[in-house]
């Protein structure tokens, strides 16, 4: 995760300026507080949210990557980036994401309508990022989402076809889930924030 939230009840005051800079000081060096704030008692990092933003990258050459290797899925053939974006475009909206689910019959129980607010493909120098934003996200999904628009820009599937995997809701049918390591949480979304005077309850 870039920018992961979490929020802990303290038992005393800490000033929000330097509370980051005391953990940072016992963090190991993968792990880092960007900042801190005071935050009322009915706030949850997790169930307070309003949506998150993903980003996944590829690397596409054939050759692998030699810097970021841990951080990113090599694709070994050329892709198609305007087709995957063509195919994308089905994928913004409300819509049950059951195909894009990697346990459809366990997700199903606690429903697989999402909503996807946006999506959008980067080209880089070598390969692109795929950054999706949106509401919630079924297990699996942002990589489902992936190895499906791959699928596309390698000519396995159409456009047309993706839309036709989402309507037709069967995990058989979409693309693999792509590989974690290119996976990243960039942002959790909340709503305004209620400021407290009591003791700091909220890190991120």
Known sequence: ALRQC??????????????????????????????????D?????????????????????????VHGRAYCAWIRVPLHLE???????FLVGEHDFAAFATNPGYERTRGTVRRI???????????????????????????????????????KLTPGEVREILDGRDRRAAGPNAPPHGLFLQRVLYGPLKSTAEPLSLVT
């Open 6 to 39: 979490a929020h802990v009840d303290l038992p005393r005051e800490f000033d929000p300026e330097v509370l980051p800079k005391a953990l940072n000081a016992k963090l190991p060096l993968d792990i880092a507080v960007h900042s801190a704030r005071a935050v």
């Open 41 to 65: 008692d009915e706030f949850h990092a997790r169930f307070s949210a309003t949506g998150k933003r993903y980003v996944y990258r590829c690397w596409v050459d054939r050759m692998r990557p």
């Open 83 to 89: 087709k995957m974006r063509d195919a994308a475009r």
């Open 117 to 155: 607010d946006h999506l959008h493909l980067t080209r880089r120098a070598k390969g692109f990022d795929l950054a999706v934003q949106g509401n919630g996200f079924l297990y699996n999904m942002v990589r489902t989402i992936v190895g499906t628009l791959v699928w596309v820009g390698k000519g």
